[in-house]
């Protein structure tokens, strides 16, 4: 990774996101035949994003540059940045802690299968069996009400 020649850019920058990125390219690049080196408009344009992931997303970041990039990854090796501000954030004030706890739950297990790219590593990463995972997400997809919503 070369460094960013623009000081008023690097001052915006964390002071950990260089050794990070650093880091885990080392890791990708020990299995890449060739070895990928960071642009500095890639590393400015992986700065501005947010991350609402936390550090998983600039680790899927740089796993899309290395799946697409050649040996320099550029802006355009990102993956598309999502829009956090899009959705509204729905009012849950009076629902029964069970009924919270269960949304959170399947939220974590999706986002999990959405990060680790299958069921089976969500689950390891989480903790849990596979087969709760799948149960767990099965029973996310039923219409059936909990029992806070029964009269």
């Not at 009012?91 to 069970?98: E, S, Y």
Request: hydrophobic share 45%.
């Amino acid at each position: 990774m070369r460094p960013d020649p623009d000081p008023a850019a690097a001052a915006r920058q964390p002071a950990f996101l260089a050794p990070f990125l650093d880091a885990w390219l080392a890791e990708i690049n020990r299995a890449r035949p060739r070895p990928l080196a960071l642009s500095a408009r890639f590393v400015k344009a992986l700065a501005a994003r947010p991350l609402p992931g936390n550090l998983r997303e600039a680790i899927a970041a740089l796993r899309c540059a290395a799946l697409c990039a050649g040996t320099t990854a550029e802006p355009a090796h990102l993956p598309p940045a999502r829009d956090m501000a899009a959705a509204p954030v729905p009012d849950r004030t009076g629902l029964p802690l069970k009924d919270l706890v269960r949304e959170f739950e399947i939220r974590t297990i999706e986002n999990s299968v959405a990060d680790h790219g299958s069921k089976r590593s969500a689950a390891k990463a989480l903790g849990i069996d596979v087969a709760t995972l799948i149960r767990k997400m099965n029973r996310s997809r039923d219409t059936q009400p909990t029992r806070s919503e029964t009269p």
